[in-house]
Structures are given as C-alpha cells and as structure tokens.
C-alpha cells in the first residue's frame, strides 16, 4: 500500500488541501479551485508537471465596489476539457450564490488562451464582501472615515510615489477618500489614483498595485478621492 500525503495547495488563488498517493511523478497538475479542478483531475485521470503562469491574476474594482476578478492559471499540458471546467466552476458558484438567495458570484468567461495550457477565467462579484467570502481573505473598500468607524487603524508608515510617510494631518484631510484595507496578494486595479500605499507595494501606473511584492500580512491603498 502506497504513503498518502496531505499537502496544501493554491489554484487560481485559492488555498486548499488535497490527498494523494506517494509516487515518483511530481504530483497533480490539476489542482483543486474550490472543489474544482481536483475533481477534473479525478475523472480523467492524468497526472503531469505545471509550467510557471505568465499572466498575473487581477482584482478590478469599480467606484461602487464591485469586483472583476481575471484569474490566469498554467496547467502546462492540454488535456483537460474547458467545458468540464466551465460547469465545475459553475456549480461552484451556484452553491455560493444560494447559499445568499442571490447571484453575488457570475461567471463571467472560461478560455485557453496562448498556446493553450493557460486558462483565464473572469469572475464579476457584487460587493468586496462576497469576493472576501469567497476567497477566504479580508477585502475592506470605502471612504477613509468609514474604515476608522468600523475599527480599522490607519497605518502611519503608508507612503506615497516618492517614499514619504504619510503624516497625520494627511490621514485627517484624507477621510473621504476612498481606502482599500486587504490581505490578498492579488494585482489591484483601482478607480482612483493610488496616493497612499502600503511599504513594499509596486505600482504600474496611478491605478495598479502589485500587493504580492510587498511583505506586510495586511495592504493599505488610500486613494485620490
């Protein structure tokens, strides 16, 4: 009888634990998104080496709140089928979604892309909250003042394009702007200008932070308005 493992293990952004036999391939390339993808896996029966993903997946949010998620994930080899994974996902997000007697969660597209081992999936959420729910990580997005009444502290060690602290004069003229308090480590794209970020955080542009460079548990983004 072989060794079983229990190893955790992220798809799609998603962590997870998965059970397998010891052998001497290098593991599963079919991951679990959910409950998704290892149940893919199951039913074909394929096992093979991932390559390393070439498109960062992004959090888009729009000024209300609402949330486009692009997920990329390399899985090296084709031979899984989209439709499957499409009606996986699907189900996925229909137990979400009835779970609050409402859509929060749609699926937007499934696709191979490049070369066809990269999937990109497109998920719309209503609120921060239910991608927060979802995925398993804190998302806060609101005014500053907000974020304050519902007990959040506001680093004073953000800083802006130049490297300079904030100061606390700045954080009180800054109440109704609009703060993003996270612990994902996804590429944020923003409706305002990133003014404020948290040490660490890269940014492409005025509207796009990549959080995974930065090394603090918790990312603060204060925007322009």
Known sequence: MKNMLIEKEKLFGYNYFV?????????FIMKRFTGICIALVMAIGLFGCGAEITQDTTVSLDKNGKITNTIY???GED???????TKMAEDEISSFN??????KISLA?????SDGTLVKMVLNFETTGDYADFNGVALYYGTVQDALDRGYEISSELIDENGLKI????????KNNHIIITTDKSVFITPYDIVYSTNGVS?????EAVLSSSMSDEIQLILSK
Do not use: A, H, Q, W
Not at 79 to 85: A, P
């Open 167 to 174: 100061s606390s004069e700045t954080i009180e003229k800054s």
């Open 19 to 27: 059970c397998f036999e010891e052998i001497t391939m290098s593991g």
């Open 98 to 103: 009835s779970e609050r007697l409402s859509e």
């Open 79 to 85: 031979y899984y089928d989209i439709s499957e994974l």
């Open 203 to 207: 940014l492409n542009g005025k509207k």
């Open 73 to 75: 994930e390399d899985f």
């Open 109 to 113: 597209s499934v696709d191979k892309i």
